[in-house]
């Protein structure tokens, strides 16, 4: 199942950034890069897609407008909200039009790629016509796209976006124990982090050989094409 998205923003390099983004993640394709809601409005008319990554302050109108609009057109494509504003209210108007997730700028490649593989994994579950035996189960498919814990239990979000970053100064790849050093935790830890990111499809092992002994591995985010 490929999931289609039309990405929604402004901003000529972020929504190119965006695009690279979401294509890097297996099973997502983009359908269209629009820059305003109007565009976004005209393009839904003609070609519906699965998800919506939807800027929140677009030139023309609001996004949470352009949400009502889709709403009151009787299209079911899911949304993403992406806005750098910390106010509740909106997040709460978010939720009220039926917006699946909320990302907040700036974000990373990781946060990006671990929210549309929560989405894939609920849609996945949802989908199919299938029928829930009772309220676990509904609990569950709701919990695999918004549970209360986005990592896996002992991960924190801080130093999941440090590890990445470590990486990204790397681009010919960095050892756990040179992530620990620079991150401040564990070799152990830095390690579960990496491999994390692994899993993901953000980053990739890179075996090193050397010496005498074990090849060291090595960890890379590939460069954005």
Same mark, same amino acid.
């Given at each position: ?7 929604? !923003?402004?901003?000529?390099?972020? /929504?190119? /950034? ?26 839904? #008319?003609?070609? *519906?897609?699965?998800?919506? &990554?939807?800027? &929140?302050?677009? *030139?023309?109108?609001?996004? &949470? ?34 917006? =699946?997730?909320? &990302? ?9 790629? !671990? ?5 894939? %994994? ?26 209360? =814990?986005?990592? *896996? ?11 990445? /970053?470590?990486? #990204? ?8 124990? /040179? ?15 990496? !491999? ?8 990739? %092992? ?13 960890? #890379? ?5």
């Amino acid at each position: 199942m490929t999931i289609s998205v039309l990405v929604v !923003e402004d901003e000529e390099i972020t /929504a190119e /950034a965006n695009r690279i983004y979401v294509e890097r993640v297996p099973g997502f394709e983009v359908a269209g890069v629009v820059r305003s809601g109007g565009e976004a409005l005209r393009f839904l #008319r003609g070609r *519906p897609v699965d998800l919506i &990554l939807l800027d &929140l302050y677009l *030139p023309d109108m609001h996004g &949470l407008e352009v949400c009502r609009a889709v709403r009151a057109g009787g299209l079911m494509c899911d949304v993403i909200a992406v806005t750098s504003a910390r106010d509740l209210a909106m997040v709460r108007s978010a939720v009220s039009l039926g917006i =699946s997730q909320y &990302l907040l700028k700036p974000f990373t490649y990781a946060t990006l790629a !671990e929210k549309l593989t929560r989405y894939a %994994r609920f849609k996945q579950e949802a989908g199919g016509g299938a029928t829930a035996v009772g309220q676990g189960d509904v609990d569950r498919v709701l919990g695999t796209l918004r549970g209360s =814990s986005e990592l *896996p239990k002992g991960m924190a979000r801080d130093t999941l976006d440090g590890v990445a /970053a470590r990486l #990204r100064e790397h681009p010919g790849g960095a050892g756990a124990q /040179a992530v620990a050093d620079a991150v401040g935790v564990s070799r152990v830890t830095a390690r579960r982090y990496l !491999e994390y990111l692994v899993e993901l499809g953000v980053a990739v %092992r890179i075996p090193q050989y050397g010496g005498v002994g074990r090849p060291e591995l090595l960890y #890379r985010i590939p460069m954005e094409s």
